[in-house]
Nanobody, 124 residues
Framework: QVQLVESGGGLVQAGGSLRLSCAASGRTFSSYAMGWFRQAPGKEREFVAAITSSGGSRHYADSVKGRFTMSRDNVKNTVYLQMNSLKPEDTAVYSC?????????????????WGQGTQVTVSS
């Protein structure tokens, strides 16, 4: 069992930055691939970024490539999402997820554990 707790969301102006964190419980964190997803009101959940269990490989949605950076610290059992050059269309609830695999997936159905989410609001 893995429990995930996100933090770092908030209100920011367009062009600004935020850093999301996701702290995980459990001693096997380093064996899980991790992902960030987001869901805006009235829209389906969408993939944002993912990282392999070792942190050696990352994958990003085209909409955030070059602006967002995902990283992980397997000592602190934490993953991060650094979000720069934020746009109003980035407004959503952001959730982290853990997958019992070393490789990433962009499909939320392939993730086994989810956090409660943190709100990110970008004003124009």
């Amino acid at each position: 069992q893995v429990q995930l707790v996100e933090s770092g969301g908030g209100l920011v102006q367009a062009g600004g930055s935020l850093r999301l964190s996701c702290a995980a419980s459990g001693r096997t964190f380093s064996s899980y691939a991790m992902g960030w997803f987001r869901q805006a009101p009235g829209k389906e959940r969408e993939f944002v970024a993912a990282i392999t269990s070792s942190g050696g490989s990352r994958h990003y949605a085209d909409s955030v490539k070059g602006r967002f950076t995902m990283s992980r610290d397997n000592v602190k059992n934490t993953v991060y999402l650094q979000m720069n050059s934020l746009k109003p269309e980035d407004t959503a609830v952001y959730s982290c997820a853990a997958r019992r695999s070393v490789v990433v997936s962009t499909d939320p159905k392939n993730y086994n554990y989810w956090g409660q989410g943190t709100q990110v609001t970008v004003s124009s």
